[in-house]
C-alpha cells in the first residue's frame, strides 16, 4: 500500500496473475539442509567403521604414535597402552586370563588355546593392524611353549620331500660330481663347469644329518635381541647359526652369546669392506677367528659375479692353514626353499639369509630355537628398535619380504614347530 511506484506495480500484478515464489518459506540445499546431510553422513561413516574395525579402530593406531620410548625395552607382559601411555591389562577376554597370572599358562590349557587361535585366525599379515597382531602375540608370551611332535614331524616331512637339506644343502663330491656342469641360482643361463680345481673344494660328503642335533638356535641380526640377555641360553644349545658375520664381542655377547657353529658370509661383505680380499686378507681371517672353529658357508653360485668372491675365501684360509670348514650352498636347494617359501606366502626377489638357515635347520635338528628374528620398527610392546642389534642400516627396498617372513615364523611358533624368542631371557 505504501510501496514506491514501480514496486507497487510489481505487486499488483503477481496478485493479478496469482502468481507464488515455490521456494519461499523453503531451505532448498541451503545451510540447514547441509548440515543435516554433514552430520548424518559422519554418524554414517563413524558407524560404519566400528562395525569394519572393532572397538579398537582409533586405539589400533595409538601403540605407533609413541615417537619417543627407550628403545632398548623389550616387552615383559600382555599390555595394551593408555591414551597416556601408561599400561593396562591386555583388552576384553583375555583379561580373564591375567587376573590371577602368577607364572606360565600350559601349551595345552584352555587359555593358551584360545590365544593360539588368535592368531591362527590372521590367515594373511594384511588381515589384522600391525598393532593388533603385536596384541595376540603379547597376549600369548603368557603360555609356556611346547613342541608339537606331529606339527614338527609333518613340517619336517614337506621340507624333506621339496628340499632335502641333508643331501643338498652344500655342493658336495657326491652331489655334484667332478665334470658335471652346475647351474646357477639366478642367472639360470650361466652354467658353471666343474672342474678338478673345483671339485677339490667341495666336501665329500655332506658334513651334518637328518636331526644330528638335539637343539638349534638360529641368532638373527634384528635389533629385539638387543637388551634381551638371552646370551646364556644361546651358547647352551648344541648347535648354533648365525647369519653374515655379525659382532660376538664382549659389547654384545650378554644379549647374543659366542657359541657359532656355522655363519653365513654374504659374498657382498667381502667386496664392501674387505676389497674383494685382494689386499685385505689378514684383517678378514682376524674376523674370522671370533667365531672359533665355525663353518663358513657361502652363496657361490647365486649368481656369476658370488663365485671366484667366494672362492677366494677359501684360498685364504688355506694359505692360512686354517682347518676350519668352507661350504658353499647347493643353487639346487636354494631354488627350491624359495619355491617352498613362495607357496607360503613369501614372495620375494630374495629370501634372507636367516630363513634360509631356520630352513636347513628344521631339518638337521629336534628343536629349533630363534632369537633376533623381527621386521618391524618397534618390538611387541610398541617400543622402537633399531634395526640390527649393532647399527640402524636398513636393507635395500623391495629385496627381502621380512615381515611375511616373521609372519610365517610366528605362525609356526603358535602350532608349535619352532620356537621364536622376542623377549627377555630369564
Excluded at 600391525?130 to 606339527?151: D, V, Y
Excluded at 654384545?252 to 674383494?276: C, H, M, W
Aim: with cysteine; aromatic share 12%.
Amino acid at each position: 500500500r505504501h510501496l514506491p511506484g514501480c514496486h507497487r506495480q510489481l505487486w499488483m500484478l503477481r496478485r493479478r496473475m496469482a502468481y507464488t515464489d515455490p521456494s519461499s518459506g523453503k531451505d532448498i540445499l541451503g545451510s540447514r539442509s547441509l548440515c543435516f546431510i554433514f552430520i548424518c553422513a559422519f554418524g554414517l561413516v563413524t558407524l560404519l567403521q566400528q562395525i569394519l574395525y572393532g572397538k579398537n579402530y582409533i586405539k589400533s593406531a595409538q601403540q605407533f604414535s609413541r615417537v619417543k620410548g627407550d628403545e632398548t625395552g623389550n616387552w615383559t607382559g600382555p599390555v595394551n597402552f593408555f591414551d597416556d601411555g601408561s599400561l593396562k591389562p591386555a583388552r576384553n577376554g583375555r583379561k580373564r586370563y591375567l587376573e590371577n597370572y602368577d607364572g606360565s599358562f600350559e601349551f595345552n590349557s584352555t587359555a593358551c588355546r584360545e590365544l593360539r587361535q588368535e592368531i591362527m585366525d590372521v590367515k594373511v599379515l594384511t588381515m589384522v593392524k600391525t598393532s593388533e597382531l603385536f596384541e595376540r602375540w603379547r597376549n600369548l608370551q603368557i603360555c609356556k611353549w611346547e613342541q608339537n611332535k606331529e606339527e614338527a614331524s609333518n613340517f619336517k616331512m614337506s621340507l624333506s620331500r621339496c628340499c632335502n637339506a641333508p643331501s643338498f644343502l652344500f655342493t658336495t663330491k657326491r652331489n655334484t660330481p667332478s665334470g658335471s656342469k652346475l647351474r646357477y641360482e639366478v642367472d639360470t643361463s650361466g652354467i658353471l663347469p666343474i672342474t678338478t680345481e673345483i671339485f677339490k673344494m667341495f666336501p665329500d660328503d655332506m658334513p651334518f644329518s637328518k636331526s644330528q642335533f638335539k637343539k638349534c638356535a638360529v641368532i638373527g641380526n634384528g635389533g629385539i635381541i638387543k637388551n634381551s640377555k638371552c646370551g646364556k641360553e644361546i651358547d647352551s644349545a648344541d648347535f648354533v647359526f648365525r647369519c653374515n658375520v655379525p659382532p660376538i664381542n664382549e659389547k654384545y655377547s650378554a644379549d647374543v652369546g659366542t657359541k657359532t657353529d656355522l655363519v653365513t658370509i654374504n659374498p657382498s661383505i667381502i667386496t664392501e669392506r674387505f676389497q674383494k680380499l685382494e689386499k685385505w686378507r689378514r684383517p678378514f681371517y682376524e674376523v674370522l677367528q671370533n667365531y672359533e672353529n665355525s663353518s663358513v658357508v657361502l652363496p657361490a653360485f647365486y649368481n656369476t659375479r658370488n663365485t671366484d668372491v667366494s672362492f677366494r675365501v677359501k684360498y685364504m684360509l688355506d694359505d692360512f692353514d686354517s682347518q676350519r670348514g668352507v661350504f658353499f650352498f647347493h643353487p639346487q636347494y636354494l631354488l627350491s626353499v624359495q619355491r617352498f617359501w613362495a607357496v607360503q606366502g613369501v614372495r620375494a626377489k630374495r629370501l634372507s639369509s636367516g630363513l634360509m638357515l631356520v630352513t636347513a635347520a628344521m631339518e638337521l635338528c629336534e628343536e629349533v630355537h630363534l632369537y633376533g628374528f623381527w621386521a618391524f620398527p618397534m618390538n611387541p610392546a610398541g617400543i622402537f628398535i633399531t634395526h640390527h642389534y649393532y647399527d640402524n642400516v636398513k636393507p635395500r627396498p623391495g629385496f627381502h619380504a621380512m615381515p611375511h617372513e616373521i609372519f610365517n615364523f610366528i605362525h609356526m611358533h603358535t602350532r608349535g614347530i619352532i620356537h621364536v624368542h622376542t623377549g627377555r631371557c630369564t
